[in-house]
């Protein structure tokens, strides 16, 4: 077996991990995985992405339910804490700050944490304010991080008004020139983001990376 195939083989057990929400194997894999030379990206793309994917179709089609699903997502990010580091050590110099939070209402946090993760590793520090955030901390991590750019996320039809009380909140402080403003989420699309003011939209996480940097004018 060649040392490829051994990658590929590490990579379909972490796949099977993440998809049965088994955390400790998902680490265990994700840790032999770089052991036998695999890099992080293709670790995340080919392996914990997929994964995910998997797991969101399952559950789209009702053959799992939101316990399986938040345990699987549990299991990858049990895995992610390796790939993390693994990738900011890969990155370039650090290019800005970046504030990531999920509005008001929303718990969801799959997508901002695959996010999180892809603007590390492009040289981002990253200041997650979690999920169900008021757009009064929005404001306040603004003032105290002085931001580059700030990344909205909404994940249900229902709290995608959250959204424009946010981005509302930060015009109201006086805070919106000189970032760069992101919006994103499942029922979110270009024109939602273009009505209500954003700067951009990003349907995924490799997305939010290349429109944030291009916005900001760095390669």
């Known amino acids: 077996m060649t040392g490829t ?7 379909d057990s972490l796949y099977d991990a993440i998809v049965a929400g088994d955390g400790d194997a998902a680490v ?3 840790s032999a995985a770089f052991e036998c030379g695999a890099a992080p990206l293709h670790v995340l793309f080919d392996s ?31 895995g992610m804490e390796l790939v993390r580091p693994r990738l900011a050590a890969e990155s370039a110099a650090r290019i800005g700050t970046f504030v990531m939070g ?16 892809m603007l590390e590793g492009a040289g981002f520090d990253v200041i997650d304010l979690g999920v169900n955030v008021p757009a009064a901390d ?26 424009v009380t946010t981005i509302d909140a ?3 402080a006086g805070q919106r020139d000189g970032i760069v403003l992101l919006v ?9 983001a273009d009505r209500i003011g954003a ?7 490799v997305s939010a990376v290349r429109t944030v940097k291009a916005l900001m004018g760095v390669a």
């Open 138 to 163: 929005f404001v306040a991590a603004i003032a105290e991080h002085r931001p580059d750019a700030v990344g909205i996320s909404a994940f249900l039809t229902t709290t995608m008004p959250e959204l």
């Open 48 to 78: 914990m992405i997929p994964a995910l994917e998997e797991v969101g179709s399952r559950f789209e089609s009702n053959q799992i339910f939101l316990p399986e699903m938040l345990v699987a997502a549990r299991a990858m990010q049990a």
């Open 184 to 192: 994103g989420g499942a029922p979110v699309d270009q024109a939602y």
């Open 199 to 205: 700067d951009g939209y990003a349907p995924n996480a």
């Open 5 to 11: 195939d051994v990658v590929d083989e590490v990579l």
């Open 102 to 117: 999920t509005v008001a209402g929303d718990i969801h946090d799959i997508g901002k944490n695959l996010c999180n993760v």
């Open 170 to 172: 930060i015009v109201t």
């Open 28 to 30: 265990a894999h994700t």
